[in-house]
């Protein structure tokens, strides 16, 4: 009799953030949306929009971990996410889109720094005296192309470049965009995104984690 074969194990971490970024969506939705000022959107929606919008991109970073450790023998280069996925699945909707998301999760992680004139009381509005490419941030190499310096924010999804300026507008965003992502890698194949587990607790009842973005 030859002995049973070894069961193995492909780990993901992507599934258990599922729960703590439930809690940080519930607990920054317990207050309203504070008006944005020219310096940012107040520490506590800030906060929690930034830590919300590092675990979301996580959650799919994980997964495409997985996905690049199944099809490796596919993957002729190292690639960052947006593009290693646009590799694997050349009709991937949505590519620039992703690049936009990854920078926000880029720029929030490594905090980077804008100058910026807010002498003006009655304005609410700061104008830009050094962007973090003036100031010699290692920025990534499609930001010139993504962010609109003028604005300060990118220029397909409109999400804020300046990190104090990150609020729950763009994690709705991103939240529609790792989610869509995700359920398109699923629908190609199960066992490579297996995207199980997926219900939480909010506001006291069991729903299923996608349903969140509603909520925003």
Known sequence: MEPPAIPDIITVVGSSYFQPIADLIEIMLSTPQPESSPSGAGWRENGYAAS?????????????????????????APRNVPDLLAQLFPDLPHHGDLL?????????????????????????????LKSPLDLGFDVNKHYSAIVDPGIRRTRLL????????????????????????????????????????RNVKFRGKRVAFETLRNEI
Not at 55 to 75: G, K
Not at 105 to 119: A, E, Q
């Open 100 to 128: 936009e998301v990854f920078l926000l999760r880029n720029l929030v992680v490594h905090n980077h720094i804008w100058h910026l004139d807010v002498s003006d009381p009655d304005s609410c509005e700061a104008q830009t």
């Open 158 to 197: 409109g999400l804020h470049a300046s990190p104090t300026a990150v609020d729950r507008t763009d994690v709705k965003l991103v939240f529609e965009m790792v989610w869509s992502t995700l359920s398109f890698m699923h629908s190609k194949n199960f066992s490579h995104t297996p995207l199980a587990g």
């Open 52 to 76: 919300i919008t590092i675990l979301l991109v996580a959650v799919l970073e994980s997964y495409t971990a997985r996905l690049r450790f199944v099809r490796n023998d596919e993957i002729s």
